[in-house]
């Protein structure tokens, strides 16, 4: 059964630092990992997308790669705002399962001015 | 702008009331999904349908009917509402999971009393 881990589960950084969240998964038969935000309330935004036979993909000041031998996949994001602060999720899309994604608990991030 | 809109954003029921959630996306996705969305136990998967009239059981599908009589949309249908029931409801679309990310909506939040 597929699992999905997101360490740490919360993280509080000053503004214009760097930082790395990490995504594991225990079974590597995955097509795809996708990165989502979540802000309170609201619904999830898309962040990046990454197929299996990819190992990263960039987006502005965020860069998520994915490793399927090891199970990990990390998201960076580059000079840290406080507008980033938000919960952030990584999800994997598993074979024969109708679509599926199997989710992480979150990492939830803040960002001080 | 695409996108995937849930009606209503929140909802307070007593139990035993029937309610319909309603999603309907602009984007001509052919795959669409519900999950629902716990502390402590994430996001897990209600229902899903692949195209028209094609629909299937996700993780947790007690409780719960779904119809998909157009592409567009794919309400939720709760029959006998119970406070278990008590949840943040998303309502994701995609054009195919296998190659492409989902697009979520802003979210339900229900009560049930």
């Known amino acids: 059964k597929q699992e999905v881990t997101q360490i740490p589960a919360a993280l509080s950084v000053p503004e214009g630092e760097n930082l790395v969240l990490n995504c594991s998964f225990t079974d590597s038969a995955i097509y795809n990992l996708q990165w989502f935000r979540q802000d309170p309330g609201k619904g999830l935004t898309s962040l990046l997308l990454i197929q299996s036979s990819q190992r990263e993909q960039t987006s502005g000041r965020l860069n998520a790669s994915l490793d399927k031998s090891s199970g990990r996949s990390t998201l960076y994001i580059a000079a840290s705002q406080p507008g980033d602060s938000a919960t952030y999720l990584c999800a994997v899309g598993i074979y024969n399962q109708g679509g599926k994604l199997i989710f992480g608990q979150g990492t939830e991030l803040s960002v001080k001015p | 702008e695409a996108q995937v809109t849930q009606n209503p954003r929140y909802l307070i029921t007593v139990t035993g009331k029937k309610l319909t959630v309603t999603c309907s996306q602009n984007?001509?996705?052919?795959?669409m999904s519900w999950y629902r969305q716990d502390p402590g136990l994430g996001l897990r998967q209600i229902y899903y349908s692949m195209n028209v009239e094609v629909t299937d059981k996700g993780d947790v599908p007690e409780g719960y009917k779904v119809s998909r009589k157009e592409k567009r949309n794919f309400p939720l249908i709760l029959e006998s509402p119970s406070p278990n029931q008590t949840s943040l409801y998303f309502c994701a679309s995609s054009l195919s999971p296998g190659n492409y990310g989902y697009t979520f909506g802003s979210g339900t939040r229900l009560t049930v009393v």
């Open positions: 984007m001509n996705h052919e795959y």
